[in-house]
């Protein structure tokens, strides 16, 4: 069975940082790309970055570009976000995403349940 | 960024009503279109992807159409398992989601 389980939420001041995990079990990780999505309370979508399988190409979002840094270990199934110049537009409940087997890239078929990070003073 | 525009924000139906909802992209996307579910303090569940295909383990009563810039969900026969939020992705470029369509009770 495919399991995402996020990890390191929480309430952070602005300006502070964060590190977000998302332990994978249930597949070969190393064979998938992954992602980050967030949603802010009681609003949409929206995605935030991706890596490949490999850990040699990533992507953001522009709202996140420089602040933020995806990466992952694949000996320990193990995709991270690494949060710094944290804002309050950033408070939001973070999932990790698996890129499935679909044959279209960026399509998420597997989600963590979501970790909350809060920015406020 | 492709912008993408759900119609309706919401809508209220009842059980066994068929239901639409449309996504537009802010231009082409070929079949790039994924549509989601999400029920209230839950993750994002994939219905369909590349516009129609059916995502393994979900019900034949949902469907999807289209390609370009103009899509469709449909749900043939609403149960009432299936009240929640959709949302439209598009993965032809940088993924972008619509705003959601939330289907509630009548």
């Known amino acids: 069975e495919v399991q995402l389980v996020e990890s390191g939420g929480g309430l952070v001041q602005p300006g502070g940082s964060l590190r977000l995990s998302c332990a994978a079990s249930?597949?070969?990780?190393?064979?998938?790309?992954m992602h980050w999505v967030r949603q802010a309370p009681g609003k949409g979508l929206v995605w935030v970055s991706r890596?490949?399988?490999?850990?040699?190409?990533?992507r953001y979002a522009d709202s996140v570009k420089g602040r933020f840094t995806i990466s992952r270990d694949n000996a320990k199934n193990t995709v991270y976000l690494q949060m710094n110049s944290l804002r309050a537009e950033d408070t939001a409940v973070y999932y990790c995403?698996?890129?499935?087997?679909?044959?279209?890239?960026?399509?998420?078929?597997?989600w963590g349940q979501g970790t909350l990070v809060t920015v406020s003073s | 960024d492709i912008q993408m525009t759900q119609s309706p924000s919401s809508l209220s139906a009842s059980v066994g009503d068929r239901v639409t909802i449309t996504c537009r992209a802010s231009?082409?996307?070929?079949?790039?279109l994924n549509w989601y579910q999400q029920k209230p303090g839950k993750a994002p569940k994939l219905l369909i992807y590349g516009a129609s295909s059916l995502q393994s383990g979900v019900p034949s009563r949902f469907s999807g159409s289209g390609s370009g810039t103009d899509f469709t969900l449909t749900i043939s026969s609403l149960q009432p398992e299936d009240f929640a939020t959709y949302y439209c992705q598009q993965s032809y470029s940088t993924p972008t989601f619509g705003q959601g369509t939330k289907v509630e009770i009548k």
């Open positions: 231009q082409s996307i070929t079949s790039d």
């Open positions: 995403a698996r890129d499935g087997d679909t044959g279209y890239e960026c399509t998420l078929d597997y």
């Open positions: 890596i490949n399988s490999d850990g040699t190409s990533t």
């Open positions: 249930g597949f070969t990780f190393r064979n998938y790309w």
